[in-house]
């Protein structure tokens, strides 16, 4: 039992059930648009759980598949470093409470707005990533297919300096400012939970390459 408990992965268990409610959405449009993030439904039936629901949805196997990689990729690592200060229920809230606080912003945006929807795992997986770079700014990070990893501070500069940039722009049906607001949550909540970090974080990057 002891050694069941030391190998459960709360990360692993939001990947499972994010693929197989994707997977559900993708066969039943009635479920798709009931777990959609549709700010009238929020605001004029008090749906409040779309805030929540529409983080476990997505837009296609391409869009899913690439932020459960991302998911898999660093979750391990962050679930670790909560578990030891704040348990599993912790990080499972960290989790979930990133899905609705990078959303947020998007909803007051739209609030009355019946055209706009939204949906995916953007936001918490980029609150995921980014509290993973600061802990260790230098690991690399690959992109897709290309064999050379970018070092993780240089492609948090990177991806913020593009989703303001596509945000402004608009036009791509991507919701860029959950990305951005995700990742500042992120970073925030890691160094409120952890002071440390920031001059960790600073250190490290100072330090270089070998410093992780």
Same mark, same amino acid.
């Given at each position: 039992?002891?050694?069941?408990?030391?190998?459960? !992965?709360?990360?692993? $268990?939001? %990947?499972?059930? +994010?693929? =197989?409610?994707?997977?559900?959405?993708?066969?039943? @449009?009635? #479920?798709?648009?009931?777990?959609?993030?549709?700010?009238?439904?929020?605001?004029?039936?008090?749906?409040?759980?779309?805030?929540?629901?529409?983080?476990?949805?997505?837009?296609?196997?391409?869009?899913?598949?690439?932020?459960?990689?991302?998911?898999?990729?660093?979750?391990?690592?962050?679930?670790?470093?909560?578990?030891?200060?704040?348990?599993?229920?912790?990080?499972?809230?960290?989790?979930? !409470?990133?899905?609705? $606080?990078? %959303?947020?912003? +998007?909803? =007051?945006?739209?609030?009355?707005?019946?055209?706009? @929807?939204? #949906?995916?795992?953007?936001?918490?997986?980029?609150?995921?990533?980014?509290?993973?770079?600061?802990?260790?700014?230098?690991?690399?990070?690959?992109?897709?297919?290309?064999?050379?990893?970018?070092?993780?501070?240089?492609?948090?500069?990177?991806?913020?300096?593009?989703?303001?940039?596509?945000?402004?722009?608009?036009?791509?049906?991507?919701?860029?400012?959950?990305?951005?607001?995700?990742?500042?949550?992120?970073?925030?909540?890691?160094?409120?939970?952890?002071?440390?970090?920031?001059?960790?974080?600073?250190?490290?990057?100072?330090?270089?390459?070998?410093?992780?």
């Amino acid at each position: 039992m002891t050694a069941l408990i030391n190998n459960f !992965s709360i990360t692993y $268990v939001l %990947i499972g059930v +994010t693929v =197989l409610v994707s997977w559900m959405a993708f066969n039943n @449009r009635q #479920l798709l648009d009931r777990l959609i993030l549709w700010p009238p439904a929020i605001d004029r039936k008090k749906q409040y759980d779309r805030l929540l629901t529409h983080g476990f949805i997505h837009a296609d196997w391409m869009h899913l598949l690439f932020n459960m990689i991302t998911l898999y990729s660093f979750g391990q690592a962050m679930e670790t470093f909560y578990v030891e200060r704040i348990g599993l229920l912790g990080y499972l809230g960290f989790y979930l !409470s990133a899905i609705v $606080v990078a %959303i947020l912003p +998007t909803f =007051l945006k739209h609030r009355h707005d019946p055209q706009y @929807r939204s #949906l995916g795992a953007s936001g918490a997986v980029s609150a995921v990533l980014f509290s993973f770079i600061l802990l260790a700014p230098w690991s690399p990070v690959y992109i897709f297919l290309i064999p050379i990893g970018i070092p993780a501070f240089l492609f948090a500069a990177i991806y913020v300096g593009y989703s303001i940039w596509m945000d402004k722009r608009g036009g791509d049906n991507v919701n860029h400012s959950a990305h951005l607001w995700g990742a500042a949550y992120g970073m925030l909540f890691t160094v409120l939970l952890e002071p440390r970090v920031a001059t960790t974080f600073v250190g490290r990057l100072l330090s270089g390459p070998a410093s992780g």
